[in-house]
């Protein structure tokens, strides 16, 4: 929603391609078939947001589809798959060196907005959040908090966040 407000060229692509349609309906952009990803090579587009399973490229076809052969040759792919880092789209990223952003990448950056829209934390705790979450990613040297869900949530209380801090409506 945010790309096409701010005015970029947006395509859901869906195995079926109805349903892309009516999603980019929704979201007021273009839809297509993700079996027409070729196709759209022309158009040079750069970022690819993939939001298939790990179980979809057992499809002979995705896997096709989503090779380095099918893709304008600068490009950020982002992989919504988290925690894991090696999935099969990122380490296509790697191989032909374009840009990977992994999926607990984002979920950092959704979760510490939502701290900010609902919460009223400081910038100081903003930044000791972020900081405890990156441990918790899968390239962390220092996965302490990831033993059991009470060490993350710890934490987070002694920053001074609590129900309290919810943002009345």
Known sequence: ?????????????????????????EFHCQGNSIYNLPELKKDNYNVLINTLPRSAYIDGDIKKILSSNNL????????????????????????HEFTAIYGY????????????????PSLEQLKQIELMMADCSPESEY???RQRLDNVCLP???LGLSQSHLLQP
């Not at 947006?10 to 892309?20: E, F, G, M, T």
């Not at 600068?74 to 099969?88: G, H």
């Not at 990448?105 to 009223?120: C, F, H, K």
Request: charged share 25%; proline share 6%; net charge neutral.
């Open 1 to 25: 929603f945010e790309a096409v407000k701010q005015g970029a060229t947006v395509v859901i692509l869906n195995r079926d391609s109805d349903k892309a349609e009516k999603i980019a309906l």
């Open 72 to 95: 304008p040759r600068q490009l950020i792919i982002m992989d919504i798959i988290y925690p894991e880092k090696n999935t099969p789209l990122l380490n296509l990223a790697k191989l």
């Open 105 to 120: 990448e984002m979920y950092i950056e959704q979760a510490l907005l939502q701290l900010s829209t609902w919460l009223n």
């Open 143 to 145: 996965p302490r908090h």
């Open 156 to 158: 987070a209380r002694d």
